[in-house]
């Protein structure tokens, strides 16, 4: 099994290598970089959540004990990460929110996806689609309503709720998965040539977003952060899965499901993470930090969870 995780893994750690070796060597700017990112994060990563939301199937298998058990763990390590970074390391609110993000963003899709399917086979792998169909929604939902609530404390309620509705419909992101949404609802199609040219962009929006993290890791080194970077790592690949782990387990999740949420909650933060923090510029380096970490650290940890699991 850690060699299954080691091929996961590793072509991970090769893009985002290439990224960092380029931009070390000069071969690539800071600006080049900062283009990359902008095309991933407002238009290719919008694009591949409309279209996987898009086309998922909704009413497939979706145990409410199983999204219970998910994303009560998520939300506890949230809650977790703002706290430790704002009591035990004296960040400011919207730095303390952006390390709770890293807490909360699992991998679920790069690393979710095929570790689950290597382990248990891809008839196990129901639990992970409806997980995945709620995660964008729930943890950029949650995320940026409350460094929105943060960023506007002391002003009026609707003042408040004026801030927050437009922040969440004036992002990509979130257009990109009401999108998807609504053509999923409406059963509407795109145009074969609109589809193709989609899927051209798609191609590029998660191998794009991992080598402008690599080029991002040559401007933000973890010197300084790295309690905080420990923190994350700690709450994201052991916390939020041992709470996923008690509540399945308490709820009586069958099987399939109960291994499909445990492994998804053990999964390092997604380059979404460092999304979030560059979209509000916080906490940059820590969240870049986090997910390279976070990501060869779960070697280990994934292997222990497989180990628990059986």
């Known amino acids: 099994m850690l060699q299954t995780l080691i091929d996961v893994i590793l ?15 000069g071969w690539f700017t800071p600006s080049h970089i900062d283009g990359i990112m902008k095309f991933t994060q407002w238009f290719a990563i919008p694009c591949l959540l409309f279209a996987a939301i898009a086309n998922l199937d909704l009413s497939a298998s979706f145990n409410p004990d199983l999204l219970i058990s998910f994303y ?21 609110w919207e730095d303390s929110v952006a390390i709770g993000f890293c807490c909360l963003f699992s991998n679920s899709v790069l690393l979710g996806l095929p570790i689950t399917e290597r382990a248990y086979g891809a008839d196990s792998l129901v639990g992970n689609y409806a997980i995945i169909a709620l995660h964008s929604p729930f943890c950029y939902g949650l995320g940026i309503t409350t460094m929105e609530v943060v960023r506007n404390r002391g002003k009026s309620g609707g003042a408040l709720i ?28 795109l145009p074969g040539p609109v589809d193709d040219a989609l899927s051209l962009i798609i191609a590029a ?3 794009g977003a991992l080598f402008a993290l690599g080029g991002v890791l040559v401007q933000y080194r973890p010197e300084g952060d790295l309690r ?11 916390i939020h899965p041992a709470i996923t782990w008690a509540l399945g387990k308490s709820l009586s999740l069958p099987q399939d499901l109960f291994r499909s949420g445990v492994l998804t909650a053990a999964m390092a933060p997604g380059f979404n993470a460092y999304i979030f923090a560059n979209m509000y510029g916080r906490a940059k380096r820590v969240a870049a930090s986090s997910v390279l970490i976070a990501t060869g650290a779960s070697l280990i940890t994934t292997w222990i969870w497989l180990t628990v699991l059986g």
Do not use: Q
Request: with cysteine; hydrophobic share 60%.
């Open 11 to 25: 072509p991970v750690f090769l893009v985002i290598g290439s990224g960092y070796a380029v931009t070390r060597a």
């Open 72 to 92: 009560s763990g998520a939300g506890i390590a949230f809650a977790l990460g703002i706290t430790g970074a704002r009591v035990l390391f004296k960040r400011d």
């Open 162 to 189: 004026k801030a927050v509705t437009k922040a969440m419909f004036s992002n990509t992101l979130i257009l990109g998965i009401s999108l998807g949404f609504l053509f999923n609802i409406t059963g509407w199609t």
């Open 205 to 207: 929006a998660l191998p």
């Open 228 to 238: 905080a970077i420990g923190m994350v790592c700690l709450i994201a690949l052991m």
